[in-house]
């Protein structure tokens, strides 16, 4: 079964730092580029960041840019985000999701696998 | 670079159509194929329902289809069935990635 499962999120206090985790099965990890979305409470989606097949290419959406690093080890069929000065406009719930494209750079061109999220909340 | 613009709401009775709009520029959706739309419903992850424009995964009944004119993309959901309300999100490659708000489908 294709299947994403993140983990790693909580409360957090403003200007601290949270490392979420995502471990792929059911799919050939290395083939694809991976992404993660955000959505705070009663809103729409957002990319995040996105990372390619052999993180030879990586990018952010400007809300992140300077704070967020996103990275893979495709030996472990993990990705994984690194969220420092978190802001209060960071509380979301976040999304791994694969990127339908094989062999694809860091901006996706679909979203066709999605995990189920881990919700960060970010206050003081 | 802004958001994609669809309508709030949409709504249908069962077995009537659908069509939900997603509007961007020349930079992004009248520029690429690769317009993409997603079913969510409450609680749950969204699920991918058609790609590259007009493409349907595997499993997506074919009641879905997707279309696109110049700078417009649409999703058409035909023989409305209970289990479709939810919320729909159109996405564009465009440089980055953008979503669209978001448009609330209705089976009244």
């Known amino acids: 079964e294709v299947q994403l499962v993140e983990s790693g999120g909580g409360l957090v206090q403003p200007g601290r730092s949270l490392r979420l985790s995502c471990a792929a099965s059911g799919f050939t990890f290395d083939d694809y580029a991976m992404h993660w979305v955000r959505q705070a409470p009663g809103k729409g989606l957002e990319w995040v960041s996105g990372?390619?097949?052999?993180?030879?290419?990586?990018g952010y959406a400007d809300s992140v840019k300077g704070r967020f690093t996103i990275s893979r080890d495709n030996a472990k069929n993990s990705l994984y985000l690194q969220m420092n000065s978190l802001r209060a406009e960071d509380t979301a719930l976040y999304y791994c999701?694969?990127?339908?494209?094989?062999?694809?750079?860091?901006?996706?061109?679909?979203?066709?696998?999605w995990g189920q999220g881990t919700m960060v909340t970010v206050s003081s | 670079q802004s958001a994609l613009t669809q309508p709030p709401s949409a709504s249908g009775s069962p077995g009537q159509s659908v069509t939900i709009s997603c509007t961007g520029t020349?930079?992004?959706?009248?520029?690429?194929?690769?317009v993409s739309w997603y079913q969510q419903h409450p609680g749950k992850a969204p699920k991918l329902m058609i790609y590259e424009v007009s493409k349907r995964p595997s499993g997506v009944p074919d009641r879905f289809s997707g279309s696109k004119s110049g700078n417009t993309a649409s999703l058409t959901v035909s023989g409305l069935q209970a289990e479709d309300e939810a919320d729909y999100y159109c996405s564009s490659y465009a440089g980055s990635n953008l979503f669209g708000g978001g448009t609330k489908l209705t089976v009244l």
């Open positions: 999701a694969k990127d339908s494209l094989p062999y694809g750079d860091y901006i996706p061109r679909a979203f066709d696998i």
């Open positions: 990372i390619s097949w052999n993180s030879g290419s990586i």
């Open positions: 020349s930079s992004d959706v009248g520029g690429y194929n690769y």
